[in-house]
């Protein structure tokens, strides 16, 4: 199955977890990748591996919160693809638990930068560029956000994280709407925690890590972690030119947690 074939896909965050899993899957099916990533040189081992079986791949990193990546980034898809087809828009962080009185003002001011600003400014890049690309010849593109089930729901001791997520969630939708007409759909997915590098540093860090587990999947009703590939498969869904119909969706890929 190649339901990317001939298309480019732009990912951030792709030096590990969600982003290296959909690279990988979306060059299985047959797309170009525009990839980034803030860690370098694991961007580069990432790209460098994609490139040996036989994908085509062009990558640079960079920090989402700086504007001018986004931009960057789409002009090197256009350069090296003629256009950019599918973004997925994937870098993030997460602050340690705190309550909000306890969270630093840099490390409040570091999350929204990259979490909801680093959306925006791919955002803009990215739509402008779709818009033109369908009003130039009639095919647009899809734009995949990744939000959090904490951009649907509260998340205690993750406040800053959650408001950011739910700026996300409400940039896809207002983004959604905007261009319904103009030939790009975005949508968002909303995990919960997954078994992911990212959460995988927080449980190392825990005095406890399977208590700290435990902690974390109390109230999933599945009572587990997600697993990369259950959430990557979500993504390409999304994206999947055959998904023509839907957008301004927050996906909730949770165990059940909002199903409450």
Known sequence: ???FAGQSVLITGAARGFGELAAERFAAEGAGLVLSDRDA???D??????????HD????????????LSRRLVALA????????????NAGIVNRPARIPDIAEDVAR?????????VFWALQAQLAQMEAQFREGGRGGAIVNLASVAGLVGAPTLSIYAAAKHGVV??????????ARRGVRVNAICPSFARTAMVGDTLRDAPDRDRAEADLVRGVPMRRLAEPEEVVQAILWAADPANSFMTGQAIALDGGITAY
Request: hydrophobic share 50%.
């Open 1 to 3: 199955m190649s339901r």
């Open 110 to 118: 570091r999350v929204v930068e990259v979490d909801l600003l680093g």
């Open 170 to 179: 409400g940039l896809t939708r207002s983004a959604a709407i905007e261009y």
């Open 45 to 54: 081992m990432v790209a460098a591996r994609l490139v040996r079986a036989g």
């Open 57 to 68: 791949v062009v990558f640079e990193p960079g920090d989402v919160a700086e504007p001018e």
């Open 78 to 89: 256009v350069t090296r693809f003629g256009r950019l087809d599918v973004a997925v828009n």
């Open 41 to 43: 040189a694991g961007l």
